[in-house]
């Protein structure tokens, strides 16, 4: 079980010691830790936020622990050269083209969300965001028209086969827990949605038991506050996941609770190859004052022991201690609470 693990800026190395701390009580056989640098920490000691070491070593591992990045100081630098540059490489590197992106409202805690308890009650939805294509990766630039004006362009598209590599994705984690499926595009505007949403359906032939439907993403986006127990599986591109998965946390209460999986096709001895990390960002305005909430990193890890290790049990015995924790009023600044990073992360692993 080798595990790299990459802490990053802001509030990642906080998060992620307690993500570790946990792991190492479990008391895995093997279980192998290695750290490197990335992001604006790893710009500022190796001049690359993605250095080739850093890449090297999460290439050599059965999974990679990842924190966060995002560096204020960085904010003027060459696109290339930013924090972001790193974890966007790691996942386009590394072909981890499916995001998992799980958030429910934990039972007895709809108290917790900003949506009335009884809407709150029925969130329990598992977004699959496809996270190596779009927007995100086509060619952008910046140029300046025939009047003498600044331009900013992006390019979005999707290719069929990576259309319909996350589409399996989503169709077998729906067919799996007897979910329907929901896939979310922009298929009234844009022509790659178009063809996202003419390869989802041909895919979904295949899986006749599950139910699909097909939702605008704007749609989506009132339909998950006001009726989120509408939907059980919802499979997006990177752009609109990255929105969704965002607004779905802050429905669950905070986006200190919520945990990613990143896969891709590479396997381990026990699973699959991924990336596992918190879907929150860097905090730079609550980093090293010990008040971040380490929850979602270490529903990251139990993540990792689920895909990665084919660890279900210990997997949920994590998922259940922070439920635990939770439930007794372990709760971060972010959730309204008092408890520090070190005391929840101490909450948690009391209650393995
Ligand atoms: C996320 C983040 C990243 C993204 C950023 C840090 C590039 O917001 O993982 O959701 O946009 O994918
Ligand atoms: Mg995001």
Redesign the pocket.
């Known amino acids: 079980m080798k595990i790299a693990v990459l802490p990053g800026d802001g509030i990642g190395p906080e998060v992620t010691a307690e993500a570790v701390a946990v792991l190492e009580s479990l008391a895995l056989p093997g279980l192998t830790l290695f750290q490197a640098d990335v992001g604006g920490i790893a710009y500022k000691r190796h001049g690359h936020p993605l250095p080739q070491e850093t890449l090297d070593m999460a290439r050599a591992a059965d999974a990679v622990l990842f924190g966060?990045?995002?560096d204020p100081d960085c904010d003027a630098l060459d696109r290339h050269l930013r924090?972001?540059?790193a974890?966007?490489g790691l996942?386009k590197e590394l072909g981890l083209f499916a995001?998992l992106?799980p958030a429910r409202v934990f039972a007895g805690l709809e108290h917790l969300s900003p949506l009335r308890a009884d809407i709150a009650a029925g969130l329990d939805l598992l977004i699959v965001?496809e996270?190596t294509g779009d927007v995100?990766f086509g060619a952008k630039g910046q140029r300046v028209t025939d009047t003498g004006e600044r331009e900013g362009w992006d390019a979005m598209s999707y290719a069929a086969h990576e259309v319909r590599r996350i589409a399996h994705v989503a169709l077998r984690a729906a067919a799996a827990g007897a979910h329907k499926l929901t896939s979310v595009d922009k298929a009234n505007v844009l022509e790659t949605s178009q063809l996202w949403r003419d390869v989802v359906v041909e895919v979904a032939a295949d899986y006749p038991d599950v139910p699909l439907d097909h939702m605008y993403v704007d749609n989506a986006a009132m339909q998950l506050v006001s009726h989120p127990d509408r939907f059980g599986v919802v499979l997006t591109g990177?752009?609109f996941?990255?929105i969704l998965?965002?607004l779905a946390s802050a429905a669950v209460g905070s986006i200190g609770l919520l945990p990613?999986a990143s896969l891709g096709e590479r396997t381990t001895a026990h699973g699959t190859f991924g990336l596992y990390?918190p879907?929150h960002?860097s905090a730079p305005d609550i980093a090293g004052q010990g008040k971040a909430n380490p929850m979602a990193t270490i529903l990251s890890a139990a993540m990792m022991l689920r895909h990665s290790f084919g660890r279900e049990a210990e997997a949920a015995r994590i998922e259940n201690a922070v439920s635990a924790a939770l439930a007794d009023g372990f709760l971060g600044g972010d959730l309204g609470g008092s408890h520090g990073t070190a005391a929840i992360g101490e909450a948690v692993r009391a209650r393995l």
Do not use: H, K
């Open positions: 966060a990045v995002g924090p972001e540059q974890i966007l996942r995001n992106r965001r996270l995100y990177n752009l996941g990255d998965s965002d990613s990390e879907i960002g």
